[in-house]
C-alpha cells in the first residue's frame, strides 16, 4: 500500500466499512461522518489515486481502475475474506459501483451518494474550464486564499455556487516544500476521472447489482436528477433510495445526521 494514503480506525472486530470520496476529495472528507461509525464498524478512509497524498500517476482513472486499487488494498489490509460494506460519493459512487460490479462477492452491501449512471462525455469541459480559472502555483497559501475569496467567485460567476466552489477548491491547495502554494490533487487525475468515467452509460452494471443497494439524493442536487434517481431505484429489486432535505450534491456535509441516520438503518436491515 505504499503508494496509497490510507487510515484505518473503529472497531477491528466489528463490520469492514470503506468510504470512497468524491472528485478533488480525500479520505478526510468524512470526518464528520466516521465517529458515529467508529464505536461498531473497522472503517478504512483512503486518498485514491491522483488525489490527496496518494501517488499520482500519469494514466489509469478509470472506475475500474479505482475499483481494482480498492481490491488490491483490501487484500493487502488482509480484509479479503470478509464482504465489506461500501459507501461512494460522487466520483466515488461511481468507483464503488464498478467494485461491487467486478467482485460483487465482496460487497454486503452498498451506498452510492448522489450520482447516476448515466454517460456524459462534455462533463470534463466545465471541470477543464475551473482549473484554467486557478493560476497556480501561488506563493504561498495566504496569496491563495485571497484569490478563492476575491476573484474566482467573479471569473466563474458570482453566487451561493460560486462561494462554495471558491472554498471547496481552496481546501485542495497544499504548501510545497519550495513554500509555495499547488494543488493538492493531480489536475491530469482529475480531467482523467471525468472523461473516462463519464465516457459511456453504466445502467448495465445498476440492474447487474447483486446486493442490497441504497441510493442516497440530495433534495436540491444538479448532479442526480430525481428522474434518474427514481429510474436507479425501479432498475433493480435490490435498491432502496433515499432522498434527503435540504442538501445539495455533497449530502453528507450538508445535512450528515440525516446522512448518519440513513446508513445506520441501512446497515441495521437484514
Given at each position: ?6 487510515q ?28 458515529a ?30 475499483a481494482r ?16 460494506l ?24 452498498l ?27 501561488f ?19 458570482s ?6 466552489l471558491?472554498q ?14 499547488d ?5 491530469k ?20 447489482l ?36 435540504e ?15 440513513a ?8
Amino acid at each position: 500500500m505504499e503508494n496509497f494514503h490510507t487510515q484505518v480506525l473503529g472497531n477491528p472486530g466489528g463490520p469492514k466499512l470503506i468510504f470512497l470520496h468524491g472528485l478533488m476529495g480525500s479520505g478526510a472528507n468524512w470526518r464528520k461522518i466516521t465517529p458515529a461509525f467508529e464505536k461498531d464498524y473497522h472503517i478504512l478512509l483512503l486518498d485514491q489515486r491522483g488525489h490527496g497524498r496518494s501517488f499520482h500517476p500519469e494514466f489509469g482513472f478509470s472506475p475500474e481502475d479505482y475499483a481494482r486499487d480498492l481490491h488490491k488494498i483490501l487484500e493487502e489490509l488482509g480484509w479479503g475474506e470478509e464482504a465489506i460494506l461500501l459507501v461512494g460519493h460522487s466520483m466515488g459512487g461511481r468507483n464503488a459501483l464498478a467494485f461491487a460490479h467486478l467482485y460483487p462477492q465482496r460487497v454486503a452491501k452498498l451506498v452510492i451518494e448522489d450520482i447516476g449512471p448515466d454517460s456524459h462525455p462534455d462533463a470534463v469541459k466545465q471541470i477543464e474550464f475551473y482549473l484554467d480559472q486557478v493560476p497556480t502555483p501561488f506563493a504561498d497559501k495566504r496569496a491563495a486564499k485571497q484569490f478563492f475569496d476575491e476573484e474566482f467567485p467573479r471569473r466563474i460567476g458570482s453566487g451561493p455556487k460560486s462561494q462554495v466552489l471558491a472554498q471547496y477548491f481552496y481546501t485542495n491547495i497544499a504548501t510545497r516544500e519550495d513554500g509555495r502554494a499547488d494543488w493538492r490533487f493531480s489536475p491530469k487525475a482529475i480531467l482523467s476521472s471525468v472523461r473516462e468515467g463519464r465516457a459511456y452509460e453504466r445502467w448495465d452494471q445498476i440492474r447487474a447489482l447483486k446486493g442490497p443497494t441504497l441510493v442516497i439524493r440530495g433534495s436540491r442536487s444538479e448532479e442526480l436528477s430525481e428522474e434518474v434517481f427514481h429510474r436507479m431505484v425501479a432498475a433493480n429489486p435490490l435498491i432502496t433510495g433515499v432522498q434527503i432535505p435540504e442538501s445539495g450534491h455533497w449530502v453528507h456535509f450538508d445535512q450528515p445526521q440525516a446522512f448518519i441516520e440513513a446508513l445506520t438503518q441501512f446497515f441495521a436491515n437484514r
